[in-house]
């Protein structure tokens, strides 16, 4: 068994941050801007950035014209297979913690 393996959320989170940040064919910058932009941070390029903000707000929404023009910027499926995964990671984080700091809200309230 492995004892290094984190064990919390918030150490979950930051090693997939950190996968995210450390692997990929795309520019480790662009991947990381996109983790952030998910999340509500600052925008991204386009035609990234339109596709960050549909996943973000409404994945089921996302168009083929969102994913051709990503794939096109991006050169390869696999580029744009991993920009679009890295949104929906953080996006995923974002919601995570949204709904952690919710939980936290309401067990400190008075009773």
Do not use: C
């Not at 480790?28 to 950035?49: F, H, I, K, Q, S």
């Amino acid at each position: 068994m492995r004892t290094d393996a984190p064990e919390s959320h918030a150490e979950h989170a930051e090693a997939l941050s950190a996968r995210v940040a450390d692997t990929g064919g795309t520019d480790r910058e662009l991947r990381l801007a996109v983790l952030e932009r998910a999340a509500g941070g600052a925008a991204v390029p386009e035609p990234y950035d339109d596709l960050v903000r549909q996943i973000a707000r409404d994945s089921a929404r996302v168009t083929d014209a969102q994913v051709s023009a990503v794939l096109h910027a991006a050169g390869s499926e696999k580029n744009a297979f991993e920009l679009i995964l890295t949104a929906a990671i953080g996006t995923g984080l974002h919601r995570w913690n949204a709904a952690e700091a919710a939980i936290e809200g309401v067990a400190d309230a008075p009773a």
